[in-house]
Nanobody
């Protein structure tokens, strides 16, 4: 069992930056690929970015490349999402999700049904 806790959301202005965190207390979190997803009000949940368990592979939604960066600190059991040049259309609840990977599986992809979801953190960008 892995308990994911997101933090770092808030209300910012367009052009500002935020860094979201997805933390887990379980040591086994280091064996999970982790992804960030977001869901705007009235919209479907969409993929944002993901990172392999090793941190060596990353994936991004094409529309967010260059503005968002995913990283992980294995010592602190935390995955980060650095979001720069935020736009009002980035307003959403941001969720992290984790899927267990074998040691030789370095994929950053997250399946449609990951093993665990966090509770989400609200990001609101005002114009």
């Amino acid at each position: 069992q892995v308990h994911l806790v997101e933090s770092g959301g808030g209300l910012v202005q367009a052009g500002d930056s935020l860094r979201l965190s997805c933390a887990a207390s379980e040591r086994s979190f280091r064996s999970y690929a982790v992804g960030w997803f977001r869901q705007a009000q009235g919209e479907e949940r969409e993929f944002v970015a993901s990172i392999s368990w090793s941190g060596g592979s990353t994936n991004y939604a094409d529309s967010l490349k260059g503005r968002f960066t995913i990283s992980r600190d294995k010592a602190d059991n935390t995955v980060f999402l650095q979001m720069n040049s935020l736009k009002p259309e980035d307003t959403a609840v941001y969720y992290c999700a984790a899927v267990l990977r074998d040691p030789f599986d370095t994929r950053a992809t997250i399946p449609s049904r990951p093993d665990y979801w966090g509770q989400g953190t609200q990001v609101t960008v005002s114009s």
